[in-house]
Nanobody, 121 residues
């Protein structure tokens, strides 16, 4: 079992920055990839950023160049640095983990509780 705890959400003005943190615990050796997803009310969750074993990353087009996902393996923590925030970034952000053995790195085995990010204009 893996537990994920997010923090760092909040209210920020457009153009500002936030850094989200996600700390994993439990059987962390099972994790092949971690990601940040986000969800708007009444909509499906979408990938924001993902980091895969070896350090490869991918982003949704709308955040490319503004957001950066990174990790600190010693702390079992993944970060999402969000710069140049826009009102359209307002959503609940979830830390996710993909376990080893999945055919797709986009399959989600675990989610955190979510953290709200609100960007005002």
């Amino acid at each position: 079992q893996v537990q994920l705890v997010e923090s760092g959400g909040g209210l920020v003005q457009a153009g500002g920055s936030l850094r989200l943190s996600c700390t994993a615990s439990g059987t962390i050796f099972e994790i092949a990839a971690m990601a940040w997803d986000r969800q708007y009310p009444g909509k499906q969750r979408e990938l924001v950023a993902q980091i895969i074993s070896g350090g490869a990353t991918n982003y949704v087009d709308s955040v490319e160049g503004r957001f950066t996902i990174s990790r600190d393996n010693a702390k079992n923590t993944v970060y999402l640095q969000m710069n140049s925030l826009e009102p359209e970034d307002t959503a609940v952000y979830y830390c996710t983990a993909t376990l080893k053995g999945n055919a797709s790195d986009y399959y989600r085995n675990y989610w955190g509780q979510g953290t709200q990010v609100t960007v005002s204009s």
